[in-house]
């Protein structure tokens, strides 16, 4: 079987060494994990650091690092906003304005916040769709990571799939979120010792970032790679054939605040925190290292189009041609800097992405599944059951009550392993389809764009009801399905659903989840105003103005969150202008 590059025995004993650790791990903190409080939320034990690290490792999986450096080679620098004007912002405004609503309840996810809130039928909505998500992204991942290693070492992709599944399962479903957040901050290390190697030699063999440059427009005359902003004046001076309203209103606000936001992959995360400043440290902790991510994914694909003797192609084209492909980027890029050693260090971070990813994604799922939908349904069969058999008040008691802490603690254990299989079924599914981060975009558009509307306007204004809060996520939903399977259907409808004929599938993803947004707000909005909101007195601690925060004391300003908030805008406005 063709492959890229062949392992060394010193390659392989450093990725030995690293799944024996990850194992290991999980063996010794399932003593830590009896509890549901301990199991879930890690007991609420992390400090600001440990909770922000997780919070960045559970996103940054092997589909981020491969789907990303195979980004930026179509689209260049432009990817950059997906970690800059796309992520930070958000991250910020979660740490400062609303993580103090998720820790003051202390829900345990954010459907949960949404049954505080809303009540049960939007809490059953989002949980379902939640839950359906991240299987669905979770296979993206293991594919990813398959992928991967077939095409640099020629690995069956069943194999690949199967083992690293198995080793995320056994860690987790052993040690709960504790372990997945103890392995994510191992696996953040090792992914940047490994990736950050790509960088260093890239940037020295084409003599810095000045030299990398004109390399680029070099080998792409009239094309422009290297700026951020300049060509995003119009749709079709830049490759993406995005407008910058697409950039700003679609990702910067509606997908990036969505996602960082509401999803409970990473919000997880930020609720095992201490105490209210750690959890609203760790964002802003994150947000600092977010902004140094482009350059062990993004810098990749740029140096692939300033050093690479040869032109990559789609994937259809490249099976056609005997090319190779835009997802091979990383591979490439491996195989040209990295001898033995150092070679098992890049296997070994692609790995641990992998499962820093798909450990978040199961241990969520398990979280949701848990609490939010499985909890929820014994409690009602067991309350009818009780009234059915006319059972004296004192067994009321009982019934509301359920199962104990343990039998739950089971059920997740159950729920990662049963998260996993279908996982692995979703990653045979995703073969299929031509570009997984196509794929994975119109799965946010879908589910975190509406969420976000819900959320955000529970949280901000207290005349939302519960009604309203249901029929606006739903109808979100709902039309960004809509709208994507209307443009399958007719590719026409692209002009008016992405403003531009001209437009590219990534931009059309942005423009949807604003239109959805739009459509979930309009509608919460209108059904708010027609139906009973509910007393002041049963929204403290879940919205602003009916809540009293608590007070900081007398603290420094270096040790208050909003001042390291203004810290990181600073820095981030500035490395725009840099990159122009």
């Known amino acids: 079987m063709h492959h890229l590059i062949t392992l060394h025995p010193v390659d392989v004993a450093i990725i030995a060494l690293y799944f024996l650790a990850t194992l290991g791990l999980g063996f010794y903190l399932k003593r830590f994990s009896g509890t549901g409080e301990d199991f879930f939320l890690a007991g609420r034990e992390m400090t600001a650091w440990v909770a922000g690290l997780a919070f ?12 990303w450096a195979a980004s930026t080679y179509q689209y260049g620098i432009l990817t950059v906003h997906w970690y800059w004007i796309g992520a930070v912002p958000a991250m910020l405004f979660l740490g400062v304005v609303m993580m103090p609503f998720y820790y003051i309840c202390k829900t345990h996810s954010v459907p949960g916040y949404l ?4 009540g049960e039928p939007t809490r059953a909505l989002s949980a379902v769709c939640f839950a359906a998500m991240t299987v669905l992204v979770s296979g993206v991942n293991m594919y990813a990571m398959a992928l991967v290693l077939k095409v640099m070492l020629g690995w069956n992709i069943s194999f690949s799939i199967w083992i690293s599944a198995a080793t995320v399962a056994v860690y987790v479903a052993l040690g709960g979120l504790r372990s997945a957040i ?12 490994g990736a950050l190697v790509i960088a260093i030699l890239g940037l020295i063999e084409t003599g810095g970032w000045s030299g990398l440059v004109a390399r680029i427009h070099a080998n792409f005359p009239g094309q ?33 605040f969505g996602y960082w936001t509401t999803d ?18 760790a964002p802003i902790i994150a ?26 192609v789609g994937a259809n084209q490249a099976a056609i041609t005997g090319g190779y492909s835009y997802n091979e980027v990383l591979p490439l890029m491996l195989a040209r800097y990295c001898g033995p050693g150092l070679l098992g260090l890049g296997i070994t971070a692609l790995m641990a992405g992998f499962m820093s990813g798909m450990a978040g994604n199961v241990s969520a799922f398990s979280t949701v599944w848990t609490y939010d939908l499985y909890r929820p349904f014994r409690q009602r069969a067991q309350a009818r059951h009780a009234i059915a058999a006319a059972a004296p008040a004192g067994s009321v008691t009982v019934a509301r009550s359920g199962y104990s802490d343990r039998h739950y603690v089971r059920m997740g254990r159950a729920a990662i392993l049963v998260g996993v299989l279908i996982s692995i079924g979703t990653a045979y599914f995703v073969m299929q389809f031509a570009s997984i981060m196509d794929y994975v975009q ?17 949280m901000l204004w207290k005349r939302t009801t519960g009604p309203g809060g249901f029929w606006g996520l739903l109808a979100g939903t709902v039309s960004s399905v809509g709208m994507w399977l209307w443009v399958k259907a007719n590719p026409a409808a692209l002009a008016l659903i992405a403003l531009s004929p001209h437009a590219k599938t990534m931009a059309e993803d942005m423009y949807r989840a604003l239109w959805s947004w739009i459509i979930a ?36 300003l270096t040790q208050r969150p909003w001042f390291w908030a203004v810290v990181m805008i600073v820095v981030l406005f500035v490395a725009n202008i840099i990159f122009w």
């Not at 409970?264 to 440290?281: E, G, N």
């Not at 919460?524 to 004391?553: F, I, K, M, N, Q």
């Open 182 to 193: 103890f392995n994510e901050v191992l696996q953040f290390v090792l992914i940047w010792a």
């Open 287 to 312: 947000s600092g290292f977010k902004m140094l991510v482009p350059l062990i994914v993004v810098l990749p694909g740029l140096l692939a189009l300033g050093v690479l003797p040869f032109k990559l």
């Open 224 to 256: 422009d790679f290297t700026h951020m902003w300049r060509g995003l004046g119009s749709f079709s001076s830049n490759p993406m054939g995005i407008h910058w309203t697409g950039i700003v209103f679609g990702l910067g606000f509606v997908a990036a």
């Open 264 to 281: 409970f992959l990473v919000v997880q995360r930020v609720m095992a925190a201490k105490d209210l400043r750690s959890a609203q440290m």
């Open 521 to 556: 707000v309009i509608v919460t909005v209108v059904v708010s105003l027609a139906t009973t909101p509910r007393p002041e007195a049963e929204l403290e601690g879940l919205v602003y103005g009916c809540t009293l925060l608590p007070d900081e004391g007398k603290v420094r």
């Open 115 to 118: 049954h505080l809130r809303y």
């Open 442 to 458: 119109a799965l946010f558009s879908f589910f975190i764009a509406p969420l976000f509307a819900t959320v955000i306007l529970g």
């Open 56 to 67: 960045l490792a559970a996103n940054l999986s092997s589909l981020e690092l491969m789907g």
